[in-house]
């Protein structure tokens, strides 16, 4: 009898999990659709293409190689400026690859580069091609190799045939330089949204906010002083990770630091604007983690954080651009690695700024304390 009461026992606390999630529709989603909506993404940003595109600069007059090779193969003249230049390679086993070649000045090509849109630079030296690109990008590296092999007509591994590349290693061209502010305003966001909005979700479940509201207690009080700790704590985490690049990679800040601050502050309050949103309303804490989720990884991994969005289609790339997150990490990248001021963050600054303040209003009035 007693091992038929166990046993039943644990088929009734079985039967009850299994009710209660079935029952609970954002359970489910978050727990299954969401994530096949995330790899739907990536799928279309990724593995949606027919070909691999490598955008390359042109940078002063053609090499004779190079402009016989689009003459006879690209898709546009090769003395042509007012455009891009486009050049397929057919090959199923190597894969399919297009170069779609600007002309455009040294200073243009910089920057583009900087910003992850471009993968190569090449310039006219003395009648020969000369290949400008970070040798620790994988994606400048392929580039290299793959248009070299069918410019210059030579193998790959001979010694000989990479005496014509010019490294860039000047600082703001190289990877880590793309990368740093990039993860500078996704720990932004990763921490306002799991340090406020989590906080206050585990909080009312647990009916500790019940009994803040009997002290009494006024909730923008509380919210407020929420966000004060954790941009404050966003601020030191900041700090020690540039310290940590600047002594192991030499990353420097070529831009304004009054308006790097003015960046930083305004990307705060635009996440903790949106973390009190979500946070307002719901005492699950499985939704809660459903709702963080549904805003830091779609940004995490549409917003250039890692690599360029422009790997996504163009038709997206509008949206991209106005995400909190793409506007906070394009910022910052352009004042560490362009020398951006207060002219190129003002605009950036104020739509951050005002987002985070129309989220916390709305959050604030359909805040509930149980």
């Known amino acids: 009898m007693n091992n038929m009461f166990q046993n039943n026992q644990l088929w009734q606390l079985t039967k009850c999990h299994l009710l209660e999630t079935v029952r609970e529709p954002g359970v489910l989603f978050w727990g299954i659709v969401f994530p096949i909506l995330m790899s739907l993404g990536l799928g279309i940003a990724f593995m949606n293409k027919k070909d691999v595109t490598h955008n390359v600069a042109m940078v002063g007059i053609v090499a004779p190689a190079l402009d016989s090779l689009l003459s006879a193969h690209g898709s546009a003249p090769a003395n042509s400026t007012g455009g891009k230049v486009s050049l397929h390679l057919n090959n199923p086993k190597t894969g399919n690859t297009t170069f779609a070649f600007f002309p455009m000045s040294w200073e243009e090509a910089m920057v583009q580069l900087k910003r992850g849109q471009l993968n190569l630079i090449v310039t006219d030296s003395a009648g020969s091609i000369r290949y400008h690109f970070d ?74 906010l019940r009994r803040m509201v009997a002290t009494p207690m006024k909730k923008s009080n509380l919210l407020i002083s929420m966000i004060t700790v954790r941009v404050m704590m966003n601020f030191v985490e900041s700090v020690l990770l540039l310290l940590f690049a600047w002594l192991v990679f030499g990353i420097s800040i070529q831009g304004s630091i009054p308006a790097l601050f003015a960046i930083f502050l305004a990307g705060n309050i635009a996440c903790a604007g949106i973390a009190i949103f979500i946070s307002s309303h719901t005492s699950k804490t499985e939704i809660g983690n459903g709702l963080i989720n549904a805003v830091t990884m779609p940004m995490m991994v549409l917003s250039g954080i890692f690599f360029s969005y422009h790997n996504f289609p163009a038709w997206s790339l509008g949206v991209i651009k106005s995400l909190p997150l793409t506007m906070m990490a394009d910022s910052i990248r352009a004042i560490f690695n362009e020398g951006a001021g207060w002219a190129q963050v003002s605009m950036p600054s104020l739509i951050l700024t005002l987002t985070g303040t129309v989220f916390f209003i709305a959050g604030l009035r359909i805040f509930k304390w149980h």
Do not use: C
């Open 135 to 208: 040798p620790l990008n994988p994606d400048g590296q392929l580039a290299y190799l793959k248009l070299s092999n069918v410019v210059d007509n030579h193998a790959l591994l001979d010694p000989k045939s990479h005496e014509n590349i010019s490294p860039l290693t000047v600082k703001g061209t190289r990877y880590i330089d793309f990368l740093i502010p990039g993860l500078i305003a996704l720990g932004v966001l990763s921490s306002t949204m799991w340090g406020v909005s989590y906080t206050i979700i585990e909080r009312r479940a647990k009916k500790l």
